[in-house]
């Protein structure tokens, strides 16, 4: 079946070390996206990707890292430098206008 | 900067009535698309509906339907008949074109509507 798919589900990591949190598709899309969601503060746009080997960031790149080597990939680092990283993690991918969602991470930092 | 205003953050409306979400956002662009997501508590994220700000009709899904007021950049749905299956966090979002050919995609802060029984 198409679809994106996020990896892990859960992840626990000990504070200061990096994670690397993974996003596949099969949908042949071009966009893909990297949102972080907080109670109350709805979907915070981290990074954006249109084609491979380019991307840009969003609203709160910072601590983050992402890169875009094949189109049906685009994994996301959360680095030592975010101060905190504890979150639910989305990432997606666009067919012109709507955006297709995997099914999140959800990261813990402990 | 373009934003996403949600000014609801919970809401509830008893089984078979009718319940407005209201979502406001501010943009300099004229060319752009809104819409709205719904996320259940299994947290996957479904499109509900979408209006292109070119169209001045406002959308219907269903028993899910807009009110688009782009002069006032408002754009409100109205869900009509809630069922159970409709509780859940709605998010109004965004879509901005850029000449380059990106889109950047941005969310509100959602609602979240209890659907009473």
């Known amino acids: 079946d198409g679809g994106i798919t996020q990896s892990p589900k859960y992840l626990f990591r000990k504070e200061g070390q990096n994670v690397t949190l993974s996003c596949e598709q099969n949908l042949n899309h071009d966009a893909m996206y990297w949102y972080r969601q907080d109670p109350g503060q709805g979907l915070r746009l981290i990074y954006y990707?249109?084609?491979?080997?380019?991307?840009q960031k969003g609203d709160i790149a910072e601590g983050y890292s992402v890169s875009r080597e094949k189109k049906e990939s685009f994994p996301l680092t959360v680095t030592s430098a975010q101060k905190n990283p504890t979150a639910f993690y989305l990432c997606?991918?666009?067919?012109?206008?709507?955006?297709?969602f995997g099914q999140g991470t959800r990261l813990t930092v402990v | 900067a373009q934003t996403v205003t949600q000014s609801q953050p919970e809401m509830s409306v008893q089984e078979a009535e009718t319940v407005t979400l209201s979502c406001t956002y501010d943009t300099s662009e004229n060319n752009y698309y809104l819409f709205w997501y719904k996320q259940p508590p299994s947290r996957q994220m479904i499109l509900v509906i979408r209006?292109?700000?070119?169209?001045?009709q406002n959308a219907t899904e269903n028993r899910f339907s807009v009110n688009f007021q782009k002069a006032a950049k408002s754009f409100s749905l109205k869900i009509s008949d809630s069922q159970l299956g409709d509780t859940a966090m709605y998010f109004c979002a965004f879509m901005e074109t850029f000449t380059s050919g990106t889109y950047k995609y941005i969310f509100g802060t959602g609602t979240r509507l209890k659907v009473l029984a």
């Open positions: 997606a991918s666009l067919l012109g206008s709507e955006a297709f």
């Open positions: 209006q292109e700000a070119y169209k001045q």
């Open positions: 990707s249109q084609i491979v080997n380019d991307f």
